[in-house]
């Protein structure tokens, strides 16, 4: 049963179809600099945006794949940042490999917590605890090793800044190709067995596990891989930003609004997360004047959010166009001819 | 060495008093309450601003345990309503989620509308010689007020009627309601206790230090901490958690440091649930 | 007027239902069998009239007063008292406060208590044990005695001889028929049947969500359909 509700759909899609979303999303994103370009805050605000996008699609590696609450997005981003700026800055490495290093390191770590939470099966809330000691742990860390990490005052990231990272609206070609390779890379797993697996497991474990899936394994993967994703946006804002402190991969500043805009885009979709990191890009730079009023703001969103639209807009949209194109093609076609006789010994 | 452990102790009375009303609702409903802290910081505040306007302390305090009360029961029955529908891990993330969204708002509102006020009880007498240790008359206040409250929630809780009520929603919720009672009031008054008792830690803590607008976020923390060692579910627990955890946090912040302490009280928790997740005490609720 | 009467009974979960227009009636001071094979639907059924599940269709009154909708907790202060094949016991706690428990929100009277425990003189022994230490024919006990407390006009029990050593079984039995003698309505599934039938007037037969046959428990012996699936005789 399992088996055939898988191959149905996402396998038999032709490829350019099935990446035309990805097309076009990121064709989108990349005419941004025509209306912003003149603006260096305003491309700051755009790479931000990019950014959340790239993180955002980590998590839903992690959580919309697999369903595990990782409540440390933040220190994920801060173990790529930080791990790339020391590996570049006091030990010399060239950027590129600093940041591939960088990532490696935050999917070990992304894999280690994984590990622990599939092998000692941890629900979703020790899950969530699990994660938010170590995102919570990792910030002291930072504040308190000064020496390694400049504590409070921060880290200026000099490597990189030669490099078009260092320019005006460069760096934003450079996030958008990422995004590009995070959007493709997860619809590349969407459609592959790992995606069918990831649907399996999260639809019914013990169903899952009986057909063969072996969710520890999956589940491992997608922490693994979602932590270097996540990783390695984080050391690539590092190197373009030329500067990060704690507070820059804090769960304030990072978590809240990955959970946000995912929960808001579609947990699970592909174009969840940008569509998720779009709107709360925008609405971060309206509140700017009612800062007094962000965090009561955040909490009402939260709030609407997860009781009206559980399933977030790209799920919900996608739903609302499926009924639409049924009703019209029902419309057109004449009443349905007789059912052919149904095989009754056949199983259900 | 023992005034520091005395310190401890003090501190972990009141831990384990926070803990306790985050356990109860988990062990209870399956929701993690993250807005524990912010309840305690309204209540407080609630409490320094009648104080403020003139009242006196015993009154204001009782106002602000009572408004934090009333807005935890006002929770239960209208937010937690789609939470209690669903079952399972579809329960225990909306809930947590809808916490969280609390959480902000409250904290949204209070920092917003008053963002420099804070408690602070000053407790007048001089220093008591406790076994040669010298300890000021607030923290002696605040442990007799934690342990009194504590002592008298673990009786009713063992002896009352509504109290083996509450347990035995804990244990079993079908067989509560097979036995005539109803869990749904059970748990609005849970939450109503719990956000209660909330209140009630963040003014103990006032008499020993100011109780800013921005603390929400430390006492949630601190009761997850508390609850997970404990055990989720088990009061006893948390009491235990409380009381060691406590003394944990002032031996370590007086030999080692500050960020290294908040390290190991997170390690302790983590720890607890990678080894032992049913805590100390812990009923088994998972 | 019939003290339970369940109507046209649909039920089931996650949408699907198991148990289909599934109707009986059972008068004050009766005892009924409901047997039927595992999966039937027996605590489906069960389930459905004491409120701990919600019916998809049809309808349940108590003394003629409908009771289809109501909470689990509210229909056992109405005087129907249900246990579980489950049993649903406090662990933690012990036999005295399990047994009290029963009787929430009273607190039941020294002659109620004296009842019980002389029903049940193991659980008098073992007052103070916990009840995640009893063994399962004590736990049976236990379950049906706290169900007892609060005075209960009619009791429901979900095969409460499952795991049982026969003579405990029969132990069980006799003590539903002393209870029955005071007055007691009672209800009992079972997959043991010819306990059942030695214990009650009548009986409805159920397999596949479907009542498929029903009477006096001399008929249904009669019944060459039963003996073969029930009583095996060949």
Known sequence: MIRQAATVGREGTPAVRAYAPVLLAVALVALLPLRYGDSRSMMGVVIGGVLFACYTIGFNVIFGSTGQLFLCTGALAGLGGYASAILSERHGLPMVLAMLLASLVAAAAGGLLSWIAVSRSLGVIFTGIVTLTFALAFQNLLLGQRDLTGGETGLVVDAGSETLLGEEVAPFYVFVALLAAYLALFRALQRSHFGWAFRALRDDEIAAELAGVDVKRYRVFAGTLGSGMIGLAGALYAHSEGFISPSTFSFGEVDVLVIVMLAFGGIGSLLGPVVGAAAFTVLEEWMDSFNEYRLIIYGSVILVLFLALPRGVVPTVQRLVGRLRRRRARGRRPAPAAQPPVDTLAPR | ?286 | MAMLEVAELSAGYLGEDVVHDVSFAVAEGEAVAVIGSNGAGKTTVFRAVCGLQRPSRGSVRLDGRPITRRRAHDIARRGLAYVPAERHLFPDMTVAENLDLGAFPRRPGPERRALVLGLFPRLAERHRQRAGTLSGGEQQMLAVGRALMSEPRLLLLDEPTTGLAPTVAAAAYAALTALREQGLTIVVAEQQVPLAFGFADRGYVLESGRIQLDGRVAELEDNPDVQRAYLGVA
């Open chain 2, 1 to 286: 060495m023992r005034a520091v452990v005395f310190d401890g102790v003090v501190l972990g009375l009141q831990f384990g008093l926070l803990g306790v009303g985050l356990t109860l609702v988990y062990g209870l409903a399956g929701v993690l309450n993250l807005a524990q802290g912010q309840l305690a910081v309204l209540g407080a505040i609630v409490a320094a601003l009648r104080i403020d306007a003139g009242t006196a302390v015993i009154p204001a305090v009782l106002a602000g345990v009572a408004v934090a009360g009333t807005v935890g029961l006002v929770l239960d029955l209208t937010l937690m309503r789609p939470v209690y529908r669903r079952r399972g891990e579809d329960r225990v993330l909306l809930g947590l989620l809808l916490m969280l969204g609390v959480a902000f708002i409250i904290d949204g509102v209070l920092v917003w509308r008053y963002p420099i006020e804070a408690l602070t009880l000053r407790i007048g007498g001089d220093p008591v010689d406790i076994l040669g240790v010298r300890m000021r008359t607030g923290s002696l206040l605040a442990s007799a007020i934690a342990l009194g409250v504590g002592a008298v929630l673990v009786l009713f809780l063992r002896y009352a009627t509504t109290g083996k009520a509450v347990r035995s929603v804990i244990q079993d919720e079908e067989g509560a309601q097979l036995c005539g009672v109803s869990p749904a009031t059970v748990r609005a008054f849970v939450f109503a206790l719990s956000g209660a008792l909330a209140a009630l830690v963040a003014v103990t803590r006032s008499m020993t230090s100011p109780v800013t607008v921005n603390a929400g976020i430390d006492f949630t923390i601190l009761a997850l901490i508390v609850a997970v060692v404990g055990g989720l579910g088990s009061v006893s627990g948390a009491f235990l958690a409380g009381i060691l955890l406590g003394i944990v946090n002032t031996v370590s912040a007086h030999y080692i440091g500050t960020y290294v302490t908040t390290i190991i009280l997170l390690g302790a928790a983590a720890v607890t649930i990678v080894l032992r997740p049913s805590g100390l005490l812990g009923a088994g609720r998972e």
